[in-house]
């Protein structure tokens, strides 16, 4: 008996000791955002350094209290639940449990629908000040940021600059500025984890540089919440391919790379919250879809009018277009299999002044 207790007392002494050996959460991530349900259009965004609540109607955004879920151990400044006025987007700093990393994050409102005229004149420094984000904006305010790969190439280390990324600003655009993408080759690191390039992309949704590695298809998520009834897709375009084309680390002869961009329209429900790269053009909630078809290389500006071809038996609900049920993505690449990294690195799509026609008003 005395034996058995022995055993006993030292067995918690170990566990305890072990308990308190165990070392500090380094993560200062938020993981979860809550807000009052009925303003929110979807699901609240969270990605890197940011969070974007999509909201409706005409709530009162200079008294907000977002809550916050941490991960473990990692604290909140301001505190989660303090009222503050989200008129203009806000910023909070998670600090990790072991008090050594911190995380700030910008946490923004957007009321404003999706725009449906897109001139790429205006860029924004993400937090990271290391390459452009692409940004929609109205009197001043962003109304809606554009996303790319860019988050998961700086994990590469492969780029300096922000002009060395895959997606850029080009100055010499059909008017102004423009998007330029270009498919750039990821380095040893790239090479390490079989994704030897990296096309450049923009487009409407957002990007998960948590799957990035793991399931880079899945990381693009395409779409948000559309209010109307696309009827084309247009805008102007050149487009250059690179010299070598590869798959698989090797040169394919006698292959062209080919750009790539389109516009989805598409359902949502409880199960589809979004489509990625899997599924883009192919899942059954696509309702209709406007595809370039005929990639031309120029070194003109090439103008493109695309319409929206409704898939088989599909139609628009109205009821469910006015309740925020579709989302629509649109998508630009440098190289169509940019996502299965098989391309030519040095292919260059140049985008400017696209646009969405809608259905005219009943």
């Known amino acids: 008996m005395t034996i058995r207790l022995s055993f006993l007392l030292v067995s918690v002494l170990l566990l305890t000791s072990c308990i308190k050996d165990e070392a500090p959460n380094a993560e200062a991530d938020i993981t979860e955002c809550i807000v009052d349900n009925s303003i929110l259009k979807r699901d609240p965004i969270i990605q890197n350094d940011k969070v974007t609540l999509l909201v409706k109607g005409n709530p009162d955004l200079s008294r907000q209290a977002p809550e916050f879920t941490l991960t473990a151990g990692a604290t909140i400044e301001p505190e989660s639940g303090t009222m503050r006025n989200f008129t203009t987007p806000q910023t909070y700093t998670v600090t990790s449990e072991d008090r050594q990393w911190k995380k700030t994050y910008t946490?923004?409102?957007?009321?404003d629908e999706i725009s449906t005229i897109f001139h790429f004149e205006d860029t924004i420094v993400g937090t990271s000040k290391k390459y452009y984000i692409f940004a929609e904006k109205l009197n001043g305010a962003v109304t809606m940021e554009w996303a790319s790969g860019n988050a998961g190439f700086s994990l590469t280390g492969a780029a300096s600059t922000p002009d060395d990324f895959p997606t850029t600003q080009y100055n010499d655009g059909?008017?102004?500025?423009?998007?330029?993408?270009?498919t750039r080759s990821t380095g040893s690191f790239g090479a390490t984890f079989g994704m030897p390039l990296a096309a450049g992309n923009l487009f409407i949704g957002t990007f998960n540089v948590g799957s990035a590695l793991s399931n880079a298809l899945k990381a693009t998520q395409f779409g948000l919440p559309f209010y109307n009834i696309p009827v084309s897709f247009s805008g102007h375009y050149?487009?250059?391919?690179g010299d070598s084309y590869y798959e698989n680390g090797s040169i394919i002869e006698n292959k062209k790379d080919k750009c790539h961009f389109y516009a989805v329209l598409?359902?949502?429900?409880?199960?589809?919250?979004?489509?990625?790269?899997?599924?883009?053009l192919t899942h059954p909630n696509i309702i209709s879809a406007a595809v370039i078809g005929n990639q031309t290389e120029s070194d003109e500006w090439i103008r493109f009018d695309i319409p929206f071809v409704y898939r088989d038996g599909k139609s628009i609900d109205r009821e469910k277009l006015k309740n925020g049920k579709y989302n629509?993505?649109?998508v630009f690449t440098s190289s169509i299999d940019g996502a299965r990294f098989k391309g030519a690195t040095g292919s260059r799509l140049l985008i400017d002044e696209v646009e969405i026609t809608l259905e005219a008003d009943e």
């Open 328 to 330: 629509l993505a649109v």
């Open 174 to 182: 059909y008017i102004g500025k423009c998007a330029c993408l270009t």
């Open 238 to 241: 050149k487009y250059k391919a």
């Open 107 to 111: 946490v923004s409102f957007i009321v």
């Open 266 to 280: 598409y359902e949502t429900d409880d199960v589809t919250k979004t489509l990625d790269g899997t599924n883009v």
